[in-house]
C-alpha cells in the first residue's frame, strides 16, 4: 500500500520534519476542522485538500485567498500527486513523498483531538520526526515566522517587514517570491513597502525592489515605500532608487501617494 508524506523544506525548527498522512480526506488550513493548521494568516481557513482514490493521491484548492502550487504552478482544480513533486501552501514549502516501502511507523502521542482538552501537542507543539495523523479530526500546528506580513488598507496593501537585517539568499528569495505574488497572483495594483523595522539589506534584496516595482508598473499599478531607516538609505542613494521610485515618510503619506 502506498504512503503519502509531507516534508517540510521551509527553513526553521520544522525543516526536515515528515508528516505521514492517514486519513482522507485530510484538510489543511486554519480552521478547527482541518488536520493540518498552519498558524499564518498566508493560509486560508480550508485552503486545500488531499485526497486518495485507486491507489493515487490528488490535491485540489479549496478556493484559497492566496492559492495553493505544485511544482511552482497554480493549481486549477484537481491535481494527481506524484512522489518528487512541491507543494507550497502560503508561506510553507513541502517536497511529496510517495512510497510502498515506508513502514508503518509507532506514532507519537498525537497532538490534541478537537473537544479533548487544549495544548497542541506534548512538546508545545512540536512534531516528531514522524507524525502519523490519527483517526478522526485532530490539530498539528505549524507556526510560521514570515519574513514579510501584509494587510489591506482601503483599496490598497501594506507590507511590513519583520526582518532587520535582509541578507539572507532564501529570506531574499521568499520575500521576492510573496512581494510578486501580491501583484501577480492576488491581483493587487496599490502597493506600499513599509520598511520601518528594516536596518540592512542586501543589492540581492534591493534588485527584488526593482523587479517589484517593474511588475507593479507593467500592470498600471502604484508602488510607494515608506519609513526607510537612516542605516539603509545609503544603499537607495547607490541605486539611485528615489529616481525610479515613490518614498515618503511615513504610512499615512503613502497612502495619500496612492490617491
Known amino acids: 500500500m502506498l504512503k ?12 526536515g520534519k515528515k508528516i505521514s498522512i492517514g486519513r482522507f480526506p485530510f484538510l489543511v488550513g486554519r480552521d478547527a476542522v482541518c488536520h493540518l493548521r498552519p498558524a499564518s494568516t498566508l493560509v486560508s481557513n480550508q485552503h486545500c485538500a488531499i485526497s486518495s482514490r485507486d491507489g493515487c493521491f490528488f490535491i485540489r484548492d479549496l478556493g484559497s485567498t492566496n492559492g495553493t502550487f505544485i511544482n511552482e504552478e497554480p493549481l486549477r482544480g484537481q491535481r494527481k500527486l506524484q512522489h518528487g513533486d512541491t507543494l507550497r501552501i502560503g508561506p510553507l514549502d513541502f517536497d511529496i513523498e510517495i512510497d510502498s516501502s515506508i513502514e508503518r511507523e509507532t506514532p507519537i502521542p498525537p ?34 515566522q514570515h519574513p514579510i506580513e501584509w494587510e489591506e488598507v482601503g483599496d490598497a496593501v501594506a507590507v511590513h517587514f519583520n ?6 539568499v532564501d529570506t531574499i528569495r521568499v520575500i521576492g517570491r510573496q512581494l510578486l505574488g501580491l501583484v501577480e497572483e492576488c491581483n493587487q495594483r496599490k502597493v506600499i513597502l513599509n520598511l520601518h523595522n528594516v536596518r ?27 519609513n526607510v531607516q537612516p542605516a539603509v538609505q545609503p544603499m537607495f542613494q547607490q541605486f539611485r532608487l528615489a529616481r525610479s521610485l515613490i518614498i515618503v515618510s511615513d504610512e499615512p503619506e503613502a497612502l495619500q501617494a496612492l490617491r
Open 200 to 226: 540592512a539589506m542586501s543589492t540581492a534584496m534591493i534588485e527584488k525592489l526593482i523587479a517589484l516595482s517593474q511588475k507593479v508598473q507593467a500592470v498600471g499599478g502604484q508602488l510607494v515605500l515608506c
Open 163 to 168: 526582518e532587520r537585517t535582509i541578507v539572507d
Open 111 to 144: 497532538t490534541r483531538v478537537i473537544g479533548q482538552g487544549s495544548g497542541a501537542g506534548p512538546n508545545g507543539g512540536a512534531l516528531g520526526e514522524t507524525d502519523e495523523v490519527p483517526q478522526g479530526r485532530t490539530e498539528m500546528d505549524i507556526h510560521v
Open 4 to 15: 503519502l508524506r509531507l516534508v517540510v523544506l521551509t527553513r526553521g525548527k520544522w525543516e
